[in-house]
């Protein structure tokens, strides 16, 4: 797969962040009875790989920040991403799961959330569809759009959110996590938001 989709007419250039790797410590799941277990880091490369075919189809440009299996120090995706920044109009999406405590034991917590950096209003707007499409789509409990001091969100020349789809600390949403036709349509609520904001190019952030 190529690292950047090759389309012309997006409006925007959507830099999909597939953070983690391999070697990020924690990050999964307890191990079932069966031996399945969710690694997130797999969970946020499928979903993005399955988003920029999507987003070909429908003509809209998009690149993954991350092809490498290893984790990338944030400090290196945030520059990254801030490099096609200049050339380019760009916003940028985080896809993640969820956890609730050590992730030694599945705990209660279940839906989504979708994060922005308090200071950008722009990605205040994004966050908000964004989240408006994956409870719509998913059916999942709205847990809200919420202020994030994370790097990947504070430290991009761009607005940039990160979402957090389902709990793989709850044992019930595991089994739609492990599930690759459902991260199929975790893909596609992402993408359905995406194409909303296209379609209404920067007037989107006017409204």
């Keep these: 797969m190529n690292q950047t989709s090759n389309n012309s007419n997006g409006k925007f ?10 070697d990020t410590p924690g990050k999964r799941s307890p191990v079932l009875m069966d ?26 440009r998009a690149h993954r920040l991350v092809p490498e299996e290893n984790d990338v120090p944030l ?8 490099k096609l920044n ?12 969820n956890a609730y405590g050590d992730g030694s034991r599945f705990t ?32 999942w409990k709205d847990r809200g759009v919420r202020r994030g001091d994370f790097q990947i969100l504070r430290d991009t020349s761009m607005p940039a959110i990160l979402t957090e789809t389902g709990f793989y600390t ?8 492990l599930d690759s036709n459902w991260r199929e349509t975790i893909a596609a609520a992402h ?5 909303e904001i296209e379609e209404m190019g920067p007037k989107f952030f006017q409204s």
């Design 75 to 82: 400090s290196t995706r945030v520059a990254r991403a801030n």
């Design 108 to 139: 209660s917590p279940r839906g989504i959330e979708t994060y922005y950096y308090e200071t950008s209003e722009g990605a205040k707007k994004i966050a908000e569809m964004f989240q408006e499409n994956l409870t719509q789509i998913t059916g």
């Design 170 to 177: 709850n044992r019930e949403q595991l089994e739609y996590l």
């Design 86 to 97: 200049k050339p380019n109009i760009c916003l940028l999406v985080a896809v993640h799961s």
């Design 13 to 22: 250039l959507w830099i999909l962040d597939n953070g983690h790797g391999v």
């Design 191 to 195: 993408v359905e938001a995406i194409k």
């Design 35 to 60: 031996g399945r277990q969710f690694r997130e880091y797999l969970f946020n490369r499928e979903v993005v790989a399955k988003m920029i075919p999507m987003l070909d189809q429908m003509g809209l």
